[in-house]
């Protein structure tokens, strides 16, 4: 479905229905004044319109530069114009707003940070700066491998983590496509361990920075191996196979930078042709007002489903 054929977004209509309702409420309306005077008056709507324009600007030279080589290469481009794209481009300004962190996580964060102060090993404090660069990369990935594993093992945790596998239109933008709820886990699972050790953010969110743009390149339609180094770096064609809808490749190369994580622990796909197909069999989001509501309908499936078993097995049991 082309650009001009897509039907209005989900989430204006979705507006423009919780403005009518708050016009009809009160208390409501109360509400959202008190929190844009909040917002205006502590200079976070201005912070959010910095972070919004930034991440704009960084989307339309990332789209020239992968669209010149997914051209060049002669690969799918088609992707960029279909609504999933479009549902992509919300994400991805949505989560580079920090509107997520702001009005979710940042208080906690702050609670964690205070009370984790007496807890910090500082590690890496005697450790020149390089050095120190290179180990904050590699244990960050270390961590980000095993909490990609538990996103897809937790139940809790898959049903918000399809909202990034449902895309069946891989793009640079995929990459933060992600739904707000998996978005709190993983500030606050991430930041734990990384305060205990001891890394200021002025050291992490560079590398922060750095990956994303490295996980940019990974959803995008490069054909890039990395040749041998396809065993040590994640590259276009080895993340491909995480988004396949094949279910041989489910669960398989979680690697965000290293991939030789995944050939360590079992989970990696040897190098083979590049899949065709992405996205869930079984959940579909072709709306963006779907990638928001459809992983609470699978979380109460899931849980539905295991009381379900739960109680037949009793059952089984009496008898």
Request: charge should be positive; glycine fraction near 4%.
């Amino acid at each position: 479905m082309g650009l001009r054929e897509a039907k209005l977004p989900g989430f204006i209509l979705t507006i423009a229905l919780s403005l009518l309702f708050t016009l009809r409420s009160e208390a409501l309306g109360m509400f959202w004044q008190e929190l844009l005077v909040w917002f205006g008056a502590s200079g976070r709507l201005h912070h959010v319109a910095m972070n919004i324009s930034r991440a704009f600007a960084m989307a339309l030279v990332l789209f020239i530069v992968l669209y010149y080589l997914e051209l060049r290469y002669g690969v799918p481009t088609n992707q960029y114009r279909t609504r999933g794209f479009l549902h992509d481009i919300f994400w991805w300004l949505w989560t580079s707003s920090g509107l997520n962190r702001i009005i979710f996580t940042s208080a906690v964060v702050g609670f964690l940070t205070a009370n984790l102060s007496p807890y910090k090993l500082n590690l890496l404090d005697r450790v020149s700066a390089i050095p120190r660069y290179i180990l904050y990369f590699v244990v960050i990935d270390f961590l980000v491998y095993w909490v990609h594993r538990w996103r897809h093992a937790n139940r809790f945790m898959w049903a918000f983590h399809t909202t990034h596998h449902s895309q069946e239109q891989l793009s640079f933008l995929t990459v933060l496509r992600i739904h707000p709820v998996e978005f709190i886990f993983n500030d606050l699972i991430m930041i734990v361990p990384l305060l205990v050790v001891g890394a200021p953010p002025q050291s992490w969110l560079p590398l922060y920075y750095a990956r994303v743009i490295i996980e940019d390149i990974q959803h995008s339609h490069l054909p890039w191996t990395f040749g041998p180094l396809y065993y040590v770096f994640v590259s276009p064609v080895f993340h491909s196979f995480h988004h396949s809808i094949r279910p041989e490749h489910h669960d398989r190369n979680f690697a965000v930078a290293l991939s030789l994580w995944d050939f360590t622990f079992g989970t990696a796909v040897a190098r083979e042709q590049r899949p065709s197909e992405y996205g869930l069999a079984d959940i579909k989001t072709p709306t963006l007002m779907s990638s928001l509501v459809v992983p609470f309908r699978v979380l109460r499936q899931t849980y539905s489903l295991r009381a379900q078993r739960q109680r037949s097995g009793a059952r089984q049991v009496v008898r």
